[in-house]
């Protein structure tokens, strides 16, 4: 079982910035993809961002330009840097590693309020 420990979630005003970390219990060159979700309360799970190791990353129409998703293959973490946060439902945002046998796995999710 993977382990993911995120953090960087919060309350930030709006147009703030945040950035939120995802460190898996294996090296990050064991999955095939990872990425974020993001799921408000009484909503569906909704894809953030995305970085396959093949390929170019992908984001949600509602956060292009204004999220950035990037690693540190030393550090062995993600990042999901998040500036001019809108005001919008709480959400918790929950990063996920794809292990191409194994399936995907999932981390327990920083809640993120952007709120004046």
């Known amino acids: 079982q993977v382990q993911l420990v995120e953090s960087g979630g919060g309350l930030v005003q709006p147009g703030g910035s945040l950035r939120l970390s995802c460190a898996p219990s294996?090296?990050?060159?064991?999955?095939?993809?990872m990425g974020w979700y993001r799921q408000a309360p009484g909503k569906q799970r909704e894809l953030v961002a995305t970085?396959?190791?093949?390929?170019?990353?992908i984001y949600a129409d509602s956060v292009k330009g204004r999220f950035t998703m990037s690693r540190n293959n030393a550090e062995n973490t993600v990042y999901l840097q998040m500036n001019s946060l809108n005001p919008e439902a709480p959400a918790v945002y929950s990063c996920?590693?794809?292990?191409?046998?194994?399936?995907?796995?999932w981390g327990q999710g920083p809640p993120v309020t952007v709120s004046s």
């Open positions: 996920y590693a794809r292990h191409a046998l194994e399936g995907a796995s």
């Open positions: 294996r090296s990050i060159f064991n999955f095939n993809a």
């Open positions: 970085a396959p190791n093949t390929g170019r990353r």
